[in-house]
């Protein structure tokens, strides 16, 4: 087991895909269970993660990429991120050049939110994996 005083799921790495499709240009959240929209990636009370965020969009003819990093956190009732996010690469066709991506902590629902921006007139499917680790205390 792991050593240096962890208990049993104190120290985790987790992979999460969310994924969801826009048709227009209003801001949308990606879920776990994708258009569904009702699973989110929870922080539970005292964790703390690490997270490497990488997009892919496509519509057909045009396609973005995106890599965010950043850390979030969970204390008693209030969920946060850690300081600002980190953009480390962000590509694009010449036709994508409106569309977006952003990662937000939702307090309410104590989550790590990955929102898109997409295009009125173009129907994108925007996919993300979440690679993430956790320690608790």
Not at 4 to 27: C, H, M, P, R, Y
Not at 36 to 44: G, P
Not at 57 to 84: P, Y
Request: negative net charge; proline residues 0%.
């Amino acid at each position: 087991g792991l050593k240096g005083g962890f208990g049993l799921g104190e120290a985790q790495f987790s992979k999460f895909i969310v994924a969801n499709t826009t048709s227009n240009d209003t801001q949308t959240e990606l879920f776990l269970d994708g258009s569904t929209a009702t699973q989110r990636m929870t922080v539970n009370s005292g964790e703390t993660w690490v997270f490497v965020i990488t997009l892919v969009a496509r519509d057909g003819t045009d396609s973005c990429l995106f890599e965010i990093e950043g850390g979030i956190h969970r204390n008693g009732a209030t969920t946060a991120l850690i300081q600002s996010t980190h953009e480390n690469f962000h590509k694009r066709t010449s036709g994508a050049t409106s569309w977006d991506f952003t990662v937000e902590a939702d307090d309410t629902n104590d989550a790590l939110v990955a929102k898109v921006t997409g295009e009125t007139g173009k129907t994108i499917k925007w996919v993300a994996t979440v690679d993430v680790t956790c320690v608790k205390s």
